[in-house]
């Protein structure tokens, strides 16, 4: 045994911290964007920063400097105007940032500064030939697209609205949309007609924009119904737009006011696209909140703020470089949709793919990596969990070696995935969880390509975000588990929820646990290297005998059973007190048996502390989730106690709360 084994060996046995998984070397480091900046803010402000948290300390000191040197660096087309950055960088709700700005994001996302040769965007749907498009016929189509919606009527702050797949059709509109001042907003077509007129029903908007039909798991699915019963329940939508996708012919008269893509197009002559400026604030985007316990809130995102902030991420955090091709799995009802596309104003390559993950083969998205050169591949948490426990090797299947980072979010990805990851996926890659959400449209934590990635650890938090953890009381924690927070104002903070005109349910959601500061709804833990560890939402959180228990600390024991193909756990009022309820999804064949159920609660009790251990491991076939493939705690939790789900819409596959209903192991 060598000196430097021995010495990890007694830093373990007093407690020390394990060593990271991966350690960027002096070059990588040194040739990063990252890195660029730093020693640029270092020359320009007189400052010596050496290393990330110093960096990171700077951007929350110098908020007004920090914000004007990423918006020069990550080369945003505009005027920052000659007034404030920010006004109060204290105000929050409320700060105004870059008051006297005028810029459009999609100027930005299609600069021909960018233009590299070859591709902008790559398209592949499972298994069916790829499309790509270079920067010329990108900026061409979205000329055409915004003189159909100009004859449509669209103007500035209308509402434009697609239900597609991840296609290049739905970028195009999106794009078009923003050039003109209107607002963009999405869902996919998976998406229940109910759950879209709650959506979209909400915001109005004149046009749509939708497909026949979208292909999922090899087959074809037919949307035109859904699309019909949205139309005439949206009476604002003047004008349908479809792309035939699936194959079934022109636009239907079935669906009211409806046309197809060629001719909405078909007339004009392809041009510059327009770009109007507006105010730093001008809505960009709507998004939604899951909706599950209600109907969803209308999330209002501004040009200035989510063009900073995505490309801050694109940029300095995911080391993004122009010629890099990037891939996130994603579809248009999720926020990462909205992110991957900002990587065009970073100069990338965007590679778009609709369809299963696991069609033909668990392979399908390692084969698109590899063939297409990805250098940043993104993916959920549960994607990674479903690799591993398939016990599928990548790194001796695929050539993966242009791939620098591999990103996850959607949920806490577990210690153990980021084993599997380095061991299995890649040795040499970034791993970067990442979280924020929805809500702000970006990330308060994520990585840091000249950092080392620890396990169980997102790697930062931020640059620029003040991101901290507060216990009951508003005071700051290190080291402990508590409240994820945001102390200071930031740019891609929302406008606010649309229909909101006093701002009361905004500030109601962000802005009442403690006033002027930020709280997410997630429970958190900083460690003293500067990394955090999530533990789910809190507003999820167990709260067994008082003592605060996070959901992912118990998933990530489940879910390193074999036999347990995913789980969710929740708290049952029992007795005056919450006890904790596992459910169990378990591999095909395999039924609960009471050796198991002592199995899995020995690992949790072994793992984590007694108070882990549920009081009931219940059996059950399906896990329900959101359009996006977060599990829905609180929606079993209201099912468990016989309360209505008010939006069973807003799921995946709302037929799996069935499942938990009056299920006789939880009346005693």
């Known amino acids: 045994m060598t000196e430097s084994e021995q010495a990890v060996i007694s830093g373990f046995a007093k407690g020390e911290p394990a060593p990271p998984l991966w350690t960027p070397s002096a070059e990588r480091i040194a040739a990063t964007r990252l890195d660029a ?54 105000k929050l709700p409320g700060a105004r940032w870059f008051a006297g700005a005028r810029l459009n994001a ?45 004859r449509a009527g669209v103007g500035v702050g209308d509402r434009v609205a697609g239900y597609l797949p991840n296609m290049p059709e739905a970028l195009i509109a999106m794009l078009a949309t923003a050039g003109l001042g209107a607002v963009w907003s999405s869902a996919s077509p998976d998406f229940g007609a109910q759950g879209v007129i709650d959506r979209f029903g909400q915001i109005e908007p004149k046009v749509l924009f939708t497909v026949d039909g979208y292909f999922y798991n090899g087959k074809v699915h037919d949307c035109r119904e859904k699309v019909a019963t949205l139309v005439k329940a949206v009476p604002s939508i003047t004008q349908v737009v479809e792309v035939a996708f699936a194959g079934k012919g022109d636009a239907p008269a079935a669906i009211p006011r409806a046309t197809s893509w060629a001719a909405f197009i078909g007339d004009f002559t392809a041009g510059e696209p327009d770009f109007l400026r507006l105010p730093f604030d001008h809505p960009l985007y709507i998004l939604y909140s899951s909706g599950t316990t209600g109907v969803p809130k209308c999330i209002v995102h501004g040009h200035g ?92 299947t695929h050539d993966l070696s242009t791939v620098r980072v591999i990103a996850s979010t959607g949920s806490p990805l577990a210690p153990e995935s980021f084993d599997y990851v380095y061991d299995a996926i890649k040795g040499d890659v970034q791993l970067a969880s990442i979280s924020g959400g929805t809500d702000i449209l970006s990330c308060f934590m994520l990585g840091s390509p000249i950092d080392s990635v620890f396990r ?80 789910g939402r809190s507003d999820a959180t167990l709260n067994p005998g008082g003592v605060r228990i996070g959901t992912a600390e118990i998933y990530r024991q489940v879910e390193t059973l074999d036999e347990v193909r995913e789980a969710i756990v929740i708290g049952q009022d029992w007795q005056g007190d919450v006890r904790v309820v596992l459910f169990v999804v378990l591999r095909d ?24 251990v549920p009081a009931k491991v219940v059996q059950v076939n399906d896990i329900p989730r959101t359009k996006s493939n977060k599990i829905v705690e609180l929606a079993v939790r209201e099912v468990v106690h016989g309360r209505p789900v008010r939006n069973r819409e807003a799921l995946a596959n709302p037929e799996a709360l069935d499942d938990f209903a009056g299920r006789p192991e939880l009346a005693g």
């Open 106 to 150: 999609a100027e930005t996302l299609l600069a021909p500064h960018a233009q590299r040769p070859g591709d902008a965007v790559v398209f592949r749907v499972e298994n069916h030939p790829t499309q790509r498009l270079d920067l010329p016929t990108l900026r061409a189509r979205v000329s055409l697209v915004q003189q159909g919606l100009r």
């Open 305 to 396: 703020g989510t063009l900073l902030q995505q490309l801050k991420e694109h940029v300095l955090h995911a080391d993004a470089h122009p010629g890099d091709r990037v891939f996130y799995f994603t579809t248009c009802g999720w926020m990462m949709w909205n992110w991957l596309a900002a990587a065009l104003g970073a100069g990338c390559t965007v590679l778009l793919y609709d369809g299963s993950p696991f069609y033909p083969d668990g392979a399908v998205l390692w084969d698109y990596a590899q063939a297409e050169g990805c250098t940043f591949f993104g993916t959920s948490a549960k994607w990674i969990d479903a690799q591993r426990k398939a016990r599928l090797r990548p790194s001796d």
């Open 589 to 612: 064949g395999l039924t609960l048996t009471p050796e198991l159920e002592d199995k899995i609660k020995a690992r949790i009790r072994q793992s984590c502390t007694p108070r882990h």
């Open 37 to 90: 900046f730093r020693r640029r803010i270092e020359e320009r402000h007189g400052v010596v920063l050496a290393d990330y948290d110093a960096l990171w300390q700077w951007s929350i000191d110098a908020p007004a400097a920090f914000w004007t040197e990423v918006w020069d660096f990550c080369g945003v087309i505009g005027d920052k105007g000659d007034g404030p950055v920010v006004d109060d960088p204290g």
């Open 456 to 535: 169980g650890e997102i790697q930062k938090r931020g640059l620029g975000m003040a991101v901290a953890v507060f216990d009951d009381e508003g005071r700051p924690l290190v080291g402990q588990k508590g409240e994820l927070v945001c102390t200071r104002a930031f740019p891609s903070s929302p406008i606010g929820f649309w229909n909101d005109a006093d701002g009361a349910k905004f500030k109601a959601a962000y802005f009442e646990r403690f006033p002027g500061v930020w709280t997410h709804g997630d429970w958190v833990e900083l460690t003293p290297h500067g990394g955090i560890v999530v533990y």
